[in-house]
């Protein structure tokens, strides 16, 4: 298996469109590396200059130590499989499944030893001699997976391989690729726009936005320490609540004071944050650190804001509230009668609070 290595790596493609910018990132041998962030922001183009479907314009990538800017796709040893699982229709599963070997003018019984495996792994055996259009969705991604693991690659390639799924079987597919990931101690790098599919998938996140890295870290160091209010706001589902004020220091504290209402932070991050006394700042808060359950014991500060409307899921409710100013998300436990219109009482877990510079976004730690 393989680790790759991306050094200052730039596309810029006709037109004078800069997709990637500066990109520097290491995905260890065995690793499962996932791309995120929204559409448009380079993370195809990224996995396409790796499997060496687009030409790099800057810098350089490796796959174990060795350069391949300009090493032919078919010779780098990876594996890709796409969003629209790119099946031949006229060829049977298994056929579909060969094909990549035959070209390579592999042996015949070894062909048939590696499709036999490859099926037995995704559990396709019973169709192999069908046509993909005889096939649902979730069975034509797995016969464009078993294409790839035929193959034994250095690592494998997933551009959004899900999306044209649905929901249950995006479900499914997911546990499955997990699995895979498991069983053949593989390099993967998966690109998706969906945060829940990165934080279930990945050994490790990329989160990019307008072709520039964001963070790189374990699904839930992002998810406890994002690094800035873009990464803060794009994973976690609902988003984290981003509040617009200022820090205000009296009575011998630090308060978070928004147009209605204030919070006294704790005193490690009243220290932290003392020199930025009178500046505007963001104060962001999950909806799962707020809470409309009792803590007799609790210190946490109480936010008083209007229910403006609530959505119960079953083993929780989505309380969706505003402030009269900024509009916000709790997700409680309780399933309290609340009234539309009334002011709801929640508990804020300041421990778990984020403070972002309101000019740049980052993160004030
Ligand atoms: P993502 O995969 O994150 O949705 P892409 O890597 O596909 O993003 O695209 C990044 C940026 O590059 C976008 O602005 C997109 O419009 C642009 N782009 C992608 N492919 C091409 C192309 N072949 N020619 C010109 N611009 C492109």
């Known amino acids: 298996m393989a680790n790759v290595v991306l050094e200052n790596v730039y596309k810029t493609y006709p037109g004078k469109v800069t997709a990637v910018r500066d990109v520097n990132l290491e995905i260890h041998d065995q690793e499962f590396m996932v791309l995120v962030g929204p559409s448009g922001c380079g993370k195809s183009t990224t996995l396409r200059m790796i499997a060496g479907l687009e030409e790099i314009s800057g810098g350089s990538i490796y796959i174990d130590g060795r350069k391949i800017n300009d090493v032919p796709p078919k010779d780098r040893d990876i594996a890709m499989v796409f969003q629209n699982y790119a099946l031949y229709p006229h060829m049977s599963v298994h056929q579909n499944m060969a094909f990549g070997l035959k070209l390579r003018k592999y042996p015949k019984p070894e062909i048939a030893t590696r499709v036999d495996e490859a099926a037995e792994i995704l559990g396709i055996q019973d169709y192999l001699q069908r046509k993909p259009k005889a096939l649902s969705g979730g069975q034509r991604q797995r016969v464009a997976v078993g294409r790839a693991i035929v193959r034994k690659p250095k690592a494998f390639l997933f551009d959004e391989p899900l999306s044209n799924l649905d929901a249950k079987m995006r479900v499914q597919m997911r546990m499955e690729i997990s699995k895979l990931h498991n069983r053949l101690a593989a390099t993967m790098i998966y690109v998706t726009h969906d945060q829940v599919e990165a934080m279930t998938m990945g050994d490790r996140i990329v989160v990019m936005k307008d072709g520039i890295i964001q963070q790189v870290a374990p699904p ?27 820090l205000d220091s009296r009575d011998g504290g630090l308060f978070f004071q928004e147009e209605h209402f204030a919070l006294q932070l704790p005193a490690a991050a009243a220290t932290r944050l003392a020199s930025r006394a009178g500046q505007p700042i963001v104060f962001g808060i999950r909806p799962e650190d707020l809470s409309d359950s009792a803590a007799p014991d609790s210190e946490d500060p109480i936010l008083q804001a209007r229910l403006e409307v609530k959505e119960p899921m079953g083993a929780e409710v989505f309380l969706y509230l505003n402030t009269g100013k900024t509009p916000f998300i709790a997700r409680v436990d309780g399933h309290k009668p609340y009234a539309i219109g009334e002011e709801v009482p929640l508990r804020v877990n300041l421990e778990k609070s984020h403070f972002f510079d309101s000019e740049s976004g980052e993160v004030l730690t």
């Open 220 to 246: 839930m160091e992002i998810y406890r320490r994002p690094a800035n209010r873009f990464v803060a706001g794009f994973i976690g589902s609902p988003s984290m609540n981003f509040f617009e004020g200022r």
